[in-house]
């Protein structure tokens, strides 16, 4: 990329009947955020102007029907669809979850073919998004499907940084899922994660136990002892900084985790619990480990606020600087791990008087 080209960011519009449209206009209002990039929202100029008036915002709208006309200095609306959508704030609607859908796999594909550099995902309902021709619990699996790598859910902030064994997954399903294969696969993307998207050239990085107290030594279940640390043992083993399992009730309350680069949690509450009790409105949820950069707020379509003009965009913003700035980051790790031989012309050997 030149130094003087802005980094294109792409938009799903999420769920029309929640707050994602609110948070969205709500960010790009102030033009100082043109500066960092050149939105790309994959929706309808048509809709998102009724939006802007609704909420009183003034902002510009760029309405464009190809990626080829996008501008520079616009907040560019790319048109998925032409015909207007009846929104009908804080309700599930199948419909709204087909139009959340259109823009999502607008957005993956400009994203798949460089059109944009960069993915924000506005929140979607998950009830409202499955059809004959969407049947993922989310935006990760998804993702997971249309992108290269093996993708986990990371949420991040600058001081704490929690990735996820398992997401969406039924408790009574979670320890049959960990095993020692899972748990190697996962640790390496977050470390190599925390490497080349954080800058971070020895990252320490904790494990969360499965069990209460990490089973206590096999009386409360023996997936800790089993499988968690003979793993954690054979990571440590090969040079990086794994460490656990840890007992996940006293670990943050003691502070512990202000030790580590990144904790890894066996499931979704273990994780987002705390991260979310002590980040929530300034927290990303980072898709780790694919070959695009994935960003989105921490918070869902918050129907309860719906269309009520209440939506704080604080994460949506941190999700936007966390994809440019992790975007960036990148880039400088793919520079710097370049074979330098490659780079280097070979310099004409100075043979003095003698003839060749």
Known sequence: MKKEEKIRLGISIG??????????????????????????????????????????ITANLHGIDKTSQILDGKINVLNVWKEGVDINFGKEDEKIGSYAIKSLKSATAALKNDEVDVLVTAPINKKSIQSEEFKFPGHTDYLDQELNGNSLMF????????????DHVAVKDIADIITPQLIEQKTTTIYNTLVQDFGISKPKVAILGINPHSGDNGVIGKEDEEVLKPTIKKINDSG???????????????????????????????????????????????????HKVRTSPDHGTAFEIAGKNKADNGSFKEAVFAALKIYKNRQEYKELTKNPLKKQPRKPQNKGNKSA
């Not at 955020?33 to 008036?53: E, G, N, W």
């Not at 656990?244 to 030790?259: I, R």
């Open 15 to 56: 769920d029309l009947n929640g707050i994602g449209s609110e948070v969205i206009l709500k960010t790009f209002e102030d033009s100082r955020m043109l500066d960092f990039c050149t939105p790309v929202i994959f929706a309808s100029v048509k809709v998102l102007s009724f939006l802007k008036k609704k909420y009183q």
């Open 155 to 166: 949420m991040i902030t600058d001081k704490l940084k929690v990735g996820l064994l398992t």
């Open 240 to 290: 990086k900084l794994v460490y656990g399992p840890y007992a996940a009730d006293s670990f943050f309350g003691s502070d512990g985790y202000k030790s580590f680069d990144a904790i890894v949690a066996s499931y979704h509450d273990q994780g987002l619990i705390p991260f979310k009790t002590l980040s929530f409105g300034k927290g990303v949820n980072y898709t780790a480990g694919l």
